[in-house]
């Protein structure tokens, strides 16, 4: 089991700081919007849902059901 996966390393956050520095040096007439320092503005963008995107719909089982049927009078 890998128990680093999320985790930084220390010269890996330098790295971010290092990379998060320049471009705040070299942003221009722009302005940063994420990562900003204010985490939970953007954190309702990042929650997953618990229903799944496969889930049944009524028109997927309608479909479903007709399609049975179709399949039943061809025997």
Known sequence: V???VGTAKPEEKSLHEQQSK???EHMGNFRRV???NND?????FFKQ???????DTAASRAR???SKLQREEAT
């Open 2 to 4: 890998n128990d680093t």
């Open 22 to 24: 320049w471009e705040d």
């Open 34 to 36: 994420y990562p900003s």
């Open 40 to 44: 939970a503005k953007y954190a309702s």
């Open 49 to 55: 849902n618990n229903t799944s995107m496969f889930q």
């Open 64 to 66: 479903e059901e007709a």
